[in-house]
């Protein structure tokens, strides 16, 4: 779809004419002041600088801030050596604060655990200690398939600690999809647990490793499992190990070696628009910078009263980055919970807030329409006073649900914070900030102070107020992904060759008349399921895998609760016969495939696809019968009679 067609589905979003500017005094006590756009503006990079001294402790000092000469390929703080487990933990009990609160941990049955730094400083070092008794060292990788749990955070800054890149799997990955990316990382070690717990029961999590393990040829060593649910396991000897074997018995100091700034932190896959997903790689000292930068500012983050929630999974790059990375670096309290929103009830999340006083709230629009379809008078039974600011990422948030948002979880009083941002950005790169701009509702609005983003036409030329395009980012910022695994050539065809110099985000945006950016949505074949990315290849790829598809078409289709859904239109084989059991074979055999999350909402059988002359899927036509609007222009089909068979066969 090009982005001027999703700008006219936008237009009637621009007239948005409600403002609401922070009040006096959040203004006046806000951690972000009007000065930071200033200071960023006359500094350049050596705002960067500046800030990284400010907010990381290093152990050597950089004595370059940006070496840009092998562009797209950059490096930042070039120099310097600094850990990143050392930042998030030591260096705060170091500087007296190890009785302070890091994770207050909520599990889906109602069990807690109220984790400090010195504690939590504690675990990571018998975890580090544990991971090199079993062969892991500086630079290998380690694939870690873990619910929301502490132990998922404690894997996490152990291998920070000794150098070792996590590769995070979100847990509704199947073990095909996991197989996939532990190959591609080649892990030495998984790191998982026997399950967890989902809407009230056990739910597995153990054999999808077994299962990715299953077939030879991977570089798996060892499997280190934490004890969560107490279901029965599989287990095989030699390679498995119990968490509270190897590390409840593990030795209690570790010291943290400072590695370089470009040093791998972690991959994170995330789906492109090819069926091969891309681990995208981050490294160190630019990373943390950057997101220890944008928590504090977007946040308004005062650590040592604020309890923040992000309700991200760590499987997702918001988890990374603001629940792992960030709110440790900078020494916050923060909350996790294990389960899904309505368990045992549909009040859950208030009622976590009221119960820990949580202030600063950061959670997708696809969640609070969720909750707005419960009603209003579920959270209005919890004191949720305690709320300061929300911040929404993952999607454009509707205007609709923007303001529910503010009234009903933020008293009308809070300010929300938009935030876009990607897997590649690795920390925000649009948002207002909250005591400095007066908010829109649905609009991500402006750059984060040091960030360069744009809107281009076609030909990459800046686009006036009021008008769409593509959006850029015109400089290298800290966060920025150094490339993508194993395939550097991708990582420029993918990122660096649409525009000259400019990094393109794969998003469609408009400027409104204030110069306020507005996201619009993809503008390739990248999905986007309650805030989760998925790429309409990749569940193709899945369908035809099976043996009763002869071809496969994916959309996205617009879905009032989760943003997008995925839509699939299939030609069968001769033999294989339309009927409901065959949808059901095929969603499964995606779940299989790829995870739960990708199964297609609607599987619609078809004669034909709609292909243009060349041979090319026109994926427009077919969104516009997923989405039951009247279809677009067909002229250019190569068989115009097509979208008529197919509203037959659809009508049968
Ligand atoms: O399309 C944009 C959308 O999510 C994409 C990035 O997805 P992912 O790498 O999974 O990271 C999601 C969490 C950072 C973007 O290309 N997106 C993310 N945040 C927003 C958004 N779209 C509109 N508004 C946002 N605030």
Known sequence: MTAERQGDAFENLLHEERRFPPSEAFA??????????????????????????????????????????????????????????????DRHVEAGLGDRVAIHFEGEPGDTRTITYAELTREVKKAANAFESLGVAKGDRVAVYLPMIPEAVVTMLACARIGAVHSVVFGGFSADALRSRIDDAEAKLVVTSDGTYRRGKPSPLKPAVDGALEKEGHTVTSVVVVRRNNEPVEWTEGRDTWWHDVVDGAPEEHVAVAHDSEHPLFILYTSGTTGKPKGILHTTGGYLTQTAFTHRNTFDLRPETDVFWCTADIG??????YVTYAPLVNGATQLMYEGTPDTPHQGRWWELIEKYRVSILYTAPTAIRTFMKWGRDIPQKYDLSSIRVLGSVGEPINPEAWMWYREVIGGGQAPIVDTWWQTETGA????????????????????????????????????????????VIREPWPAMLRG?????????????????????????AKKDSDGDIW????????MNISGHRLST?????????????????????????????????????????????????????????IGPIAKPRNILVVPELPKTRSGKIMRRLLKDVAEGREV?????????????????????
């Open 428 to 471: 925000h790169m649009i948002a207002p900030m909250p005591g400095v701009t007066a908010t829109k509702p649905g609009s991500a609005q402006v750059a984060v102070p040091g960030i360069a983003v744009d809107v281009v036409d076609e030909m990459g030329v800046s686009v006036p107020d009021g008008s769409g395009g593509y959006l």
């Open 316 to 321: 997702w790059v918001t988890g990374h980055s």
């Open 484 to 508: 993508i695994w194993g395939d550097p050539q991708r990582f420029k065809d993918t990122y660096w060759s649409r525009f000259d110099d400019m990094y393109f985000a794969g998003d469609g």
């Open 519 to 526: 996201l619009l949505g993809r503008v390739d074949d990248v």
């Open 632 to 652: 677009g222009d067909a002229t250019t089909l190569s068989d115009p009679t097509i979208m008529q068979q197919i509203a037959v066969s659809l009508r049968k």
């Open 537 to 593: 290849t990749e569940i193709e790829s899945a369908l035809v895998s099976h043996p009763s598809v002869a071809e496969a078409a994916v959309v996205g289709a617009s879905d009032e609760t989760t943003g997008e859904a995925v839509v699939a239109f299939v030609i069968l084989r001769g033999s294989a016969k339309d009927d409901d059991d065959i949808v059901t074979t095929l969603r499964n055999h995606v779940g299989k495939e």
């Open 28 to 89: 006046a006590n806000a951690v972000a002041q009007p000065s930071l756009y200033d200071e960023a503006r006359e500094q350049g990079t050596e705002f960067w600088a500046r800030q990284a001294r400010e907010l990381l402790t290093w152990d050597q000092d950089f004595t370059e801030t940006l070496d840009w000469s092998d562009a797209p390929f950059a490096k930042w703080f070039v120099g310097g050596t600094v850990n990143a487990a050392y930042n998030a933990l």
